[in-house]
């Protein structure tokens, strides 16, 4: 199976004066430029470029490849470098055929065309677009194929203005040309051309009035309809020289660190010394960080080439460090940065398999990835292009999957690529708001989902709540009713032990509460009780407990009385035992306060009537010798 990657390179070389020829090129894989393969080149002024280029010794994963020309006269042009991705197909890669292809206009991408392939074997694409709902200008079309295996190939774009003048039938061509130096168009030339489709131009310009220095030409063209191209602009340098130059060569390099220029050291070259320059500079004295490298060149006539500058990190020597590869972090066109780690420094990384683009919506993106060593550094960043295909996604949130009735929830999602959602929240409630509150009318388990929808790709889904929502049964305390006591009293209060926290009065506390009237003192209290349930639900309750005067009958003096029967449904009666005690007053008092019966100059053992009250719980209040004793008397 030959594993190849194919090249196509458009290239022309030119001054303003001469045409110079492409006669040799090389290229090299990522940063191995030990190892780059040369190649001669037919001499031409024009260089179309298509090779087949071997891949099969590199791994898997994202490489760089780098491709740089020399003319005739031993000049290197820049480098051209472009990413790619290997994989190593399964199978036979001959099976894989073009099945399809779509194109769309600027970025209406949801307006794309798509077309099936008939002939599988061969298909060399030419087709006219209608552009008729496009505007006038400038507009961009972007082209991809579909393989039979579900792969999209990456984005072709190209750029196209529209005209609404018709031009059917009218031949075009060039019939003349002007020129001008820097900004003086006043002083423009215009020359005649042979009317032509196209032309090569050679023509020599009159600098004899201008000054030494940097200058600029300026091109434009007529064609036979009387419309003007657009300028083409061009900077060149004009030296005078007295009599006849000397052939010009290079006789040594200059360089120097950040602005340093008082330290600049020159290294003289031999006559042969070639442009591709190579010198060990020693970086000894400079503080580790960041710095700029500047380098000119000198010839034999004393001109100096313009000064060419370059960042470099230097940082400190260690022994032996590892360089491999343990993490990488990228980022589109927002700031959201995602990490991810290798298991391992020697695995493999296929990284446009590892973009989670999920969260993102459909459509053209930047990508930025940095990549991490074992010495903690980060490299540089490398920039490309990645086109995310509709692809549902959501994320949903509710900030109490647990929690009580009478709460409320709030719910939340993120959605990506959906035009249509439709919440249901297990209860017959449906949503179709991106975040919300909702109330549940009764404990139980509730499953929550969404309904995503993309309608111009026609695909949906459900997408879940992991574990739903849990609503508990609401916690619920009582402490009774309202209680009065005498200033010798007291009373447990007890919540009752279902509870794993209690708080009397805010204050941590157990199940029971003792309350002491003696304690306390006359007068009002309020006791307040909140508390928790295992399931985290909380409930409270109050009392209120009125301290009165007076002392009941488990006082020893008490003892001396005796209310009976007790209960009674028609009479009762007061005895006491100490002779020296002839009558008593007494008041019978109601749960709410209120004196319903109240006599005076009451014989000891003498029935009370007490029929016509209704049935409950009283209070008989009995003063005897300015003493004040407390009896509950049941009603019955």
Not at 512 to 524: H, K, N
Not at 582 to 603: E, T
């Amino acid at each position: 199976m030959k594993k190849h990657l194919t090249i196509l390179i458009l290239l022309t070389l030119g001054t303003v004066f001469a045409q110079n020829k492409v006669s040799y090129g090389e290229y090299w894989f990522d940063a191995d430029l030990q190892t780059k393969n040369s190649f001669p080149l037919n001499a031409a002024i024009n260089l179309h470029l298509e090779m087949d280029v071997p891949v099969d010794h590199l791994n898997d994963g994202l490489h760089t490849i780098h491709f740089r020309f020399k003319d005739d006269n031993n000049q290197w042009a820049g480098t051209i470098s472009k990413f790619f991705v290997k994989r190593t197909l399964q199978g036979n890669a001959s099976s894989i055929l073009v099945s399809e292809y779509e194109y769309w206009f600027d970025n209406l991408l949801d307006s794309k065309t798509r077309t099936n392939i008939d002939d599988l074997s061969a298909y060399n694409l030419q087709k006219d677009l209608d552009v008729s709902s496009l505007k006038d200008g400038l507009h961009t079309v972007h082209f991809r194929f579909l393989d039979t295996k579900g792969n999209w190939s990456s984005a072709m774009s190209k750029f196209f203005i529209k005209s609404s003048i018709n031009t059917t039938g009218i031949v075009k061509e060039i019939t003349s040309f002007e020129y001008w130096f820097d900004n003086n168009y006043q002083a423009r030339l215009l020359k005649p051309l042979k009317n032509a489709s196209s032309i090569h131009l050679e023509e020599p310009l009159e600098l004899s009035h201008m000054q030494p220095g940097l200058h600029t030409v300026h091109y434009r063209f007529k064609d036979s309809q009387n419309t003007w191209s657009s300028t083409i602009s061009k900077f060149f340098v004009l030296k005078k020289t007295s009599g006849i130059p000397s052939a010009s060569y290079i006789t040594h390099v200059d360089h120097w660190f950040d602005n340093n220029i008082d330290a600049m050291i020159s290294t003289p070259l031999t006559r042969d010394a070639e442009m591709h320059h190579k010198l060990n500079l020693d970086v000894t004295h400079l503080n580790n960080g960041l710095h700029t490298l500047h380098y000119r060149f000198a010839d034999n006539n004393g001109l100096f080439s313009s000064a060419v500058s370059r960042f470099f990190v230097k940082r400190a020597l260690q022994v032996n460090p590892s360089k491999q590869i343990v993490a990488y972090r990228y980022w589109l066109d927002d700031a959201r940065i995602h990490y991810g780690n290798l298991k391992d420094s020697s695995q493999q990384l296929i990284f446009l398999d590892s973009l989670d683009l999920r969260t993102y919506s459909k459509g053209e993106y930047f990508v930025h990835v940095q990549f991490k060593d074992e010495q903690g550094l980060w490299s540089s960043a490398v920039t490309d292009t990645v086109q995310k295909l509709a692809f549902l996604y959501a994320e949903l949130q509710a900030n109490m999957q647990k929690s009580c009735f009478g709460d409320s929830v709030q719910f939340t999602a993120f959605v990506a690529d959906a035009d249509k959602i439709e919440w249901d929240l297990g209860d017959g409630t449906k949503d179709t708001s991106l975040s919300f509150s909702h109330s549940y009318a009764s404990a139980g388990n509730y499953p929550v989902s969404i309904f995503i929808q993309d309608t111009i790709e026609n695909i949906a889904k459900t997408v879940r709540l992991e574990s739903g929502v849990i609503i508990h049964p609401a916690a619920s305390v009582n402490l009774g009713d309202s209680l009065s006591l005498l200033t010798n009293e007291s009373q447990t209060l007890d919540a009752g032990n279902s509870f794993v926290e209690y708080l009397w009065n805010d204050i941590t506390g157990e199940s029971t509460y003792d309350f002491s009237a003696s304690e306390m003192g006359l007068g009002r209290h309020v006791i307040k009780l909140s508390v928790k349930d295992l399931n985290g639900c909380m409930a409270g309750d109050t009392i209120i407990i009125n301290v009165r005067s007076g002392v009941g009958l488990q006082d020893k003096e008490a003892l001396k009385l005796k209310v009976y029967p007790n209960p009674s449904s028609q009479f009762i009666s007061i005895q006491w035992t100490d002779d020296q005690y002839n009558n008593a007053n007494f008041q019978m008092i109601d749960m709410q306060g209120r004196v319903v019966l109240q006599k005076a100059s009451v014989a000891s053992n003498k029935p009370i009537d007490i029929q016509h009250l209704s049935s409950g719980q009283y209070l008989l209040q009995i003063t005897l010798d300015k003493q004040v004793y407390i009896v509950p008397i049941g009603k019955i």
